[in-house]
């Protein structure tokens, strides 16, 4: 899981520096956006600060910074530094595509190697011009909604599908609502321990129960089950913070390839135990499995 291509497409990028992405279909890091296809309609900054998480926090942190850069230069001694410093922070302010024109946009991402499409949607800003007409100045843009949904990691064949599904949605919401995503998540957790047949009447008890059996991966999941309830009980979670999850649980969800392997290998196992003198093993072959399902 590639945590730094997500980080930079949770928040505003340049048009023209758009990363490719994980083809939904392949999983090949080869989803290209399609700027030929990027269909606009505008949309006013009022409504947008409404609609988008992320352009309105964007816009604080930007309001807040304007404001403690005046205050820096209102300490200043003289006349000239001070009025040259606000000239030039009302300059970049001005210039800021955040202080743009907004639009609503939509596109196609195209896969390089299967030609698989998926269809984005989000927010594009266009910067104020410069005093120099010329000079073509980059647009933002920040996609919200992905049909298909890009899963964050991928999702390995051997995980259960009412469990992939809860994934699914946590990648979906990831981009423009971080706490339901955070939400989604905990879900998927709780289908993971149903899997594994630990009993409990609520997560922390089931987490508690498997700890028994799964030790190391019930240690993961119990930091990442208070990120799920800070997003089903309030809203203080980061983009940044569920990257940092979905990575501890992709650990997780690794046992099941891990018990897929042991399965595949236990033919091999048996032929050459069968060879070499099976009466001569002092260890019992054997998975591990949770108490519930040896009773």
């Given at each position: 899981m590639d945590i730094e291509l997500w980080k930079r497409i949770s928040g505003f990028v340049d048009l023209g520096t758009y990363p490719e992405l994980p083809c939904s279909n392949c999983n090949g890091l080869t989803l290209k956006l399609e700027k030929e296809s990027i269909q606009i309609r505008a949309i006013s900054e009022k409504s947008l600060l409404k609609s988008s998480r992320k352009f309105r926090s964007e816009k604080e942190m930007r309001r807040v910074k304007l404001e403690e850069s005046q205050e820096v230069l209102k300490e200043k001694d003289g006349f000239w530094l001070p009025m040259l410093?606000?000239?030039?922070?009302?300059?970049?302010?001005?210039?800021?595509?955040?202080?743009?024109?907004?639009?609503?946009?939509?596109?196609?991402?195209?896969?390089?190697?299967?030609?698989?499409?998926?269809?984005?949607?989000?927010?594009?800003?266009?910067?104020?011009?410069?005093?120099?007409?010329?000079?073509?100045?980059?647009?933002?843009?920040?996609?919200?909604?992905?049909?298909?949904?890009?899963?964050i990691f991928p999702l390995s064949i051997n995980i259960p599908k009412a469990l992939?599904?809860?994934?699914?949605?946590?990648?979906?919401?990831?981009?423009?609502?971080?706490?339901?995503?955070?939400?989604?998540?905990?879900?998927?957790?709780?289908?993971?321990?149903?899997?594994?047949?630990?009993?409990?009447?609520?997560?922390?008890?089931?987490?508690?129960?498997?700890?028994?059996?799964?030790?190391?991966?019930?240690?993961?999941?119990?930091?990442?089950?208070?990120?799920?309830?800070?997003?089903?009980?309030?809203?203080?979670?980061?983009?940044?913070?569920?990257?940092?999850?979905?990575?501890?649980?992709?650990?997780?969800?690794?046992?099941?390839?891990?018990?897929?392997?042991?399965d595949e290998l236990k033919d091999v196992y048996d032929k050459l135990a069968e060879r070499y003198g099976k009466d001569k093993l002092q260890l019992e072959h054997k998975q591990a499995v949770p108490e519930a399902l040896n009773n």
């Open positions: 410093g606000a000239l030039a922070t009302a300059l970049s302010d001005y210039n800021d595509p955040i202080n743009g024109d907004t639009f609503l946009f939509n596109c196609f991402l195209i896969c390089s190697h299967c030609g698989e499409s998926t269809v984005a949607s989000g927010v594009l800003l266009e910067p104020n011009n410069g005093l120099d007409k010329k000079v073509t100045k980059a647009k933002q843009i920040k996609i919200d909604h992905f049909s298909p949904t890009i899963p992939a599904e809860e994934l699914l949605d946590a990648f979906k919401h990831f981009h423009f609502d971080p706490p339901s995503s955070a939400s989604k998540l905990r879900r998927a957790i709780e289908n993971f321990c149903l899997d594994m047949q630990v009993e409990g009447s609520n997560l922390n008890r089931m987490i508690q129960n498997l700890a028994k059996t799964r030790p190391e991966e019930a240690s993961y999941l119990e930091p990442l089950k208070l990120v799920g309830n800070e997003g089903t009980h309030k809203s203080d979670v980061t983009e940044l913070d569920l990257l940092y999850a979905f990575q501890m649980f992709q650990f997780v969800l690794e046992l099941y390839d891990r018990n897929a392997r042991f």
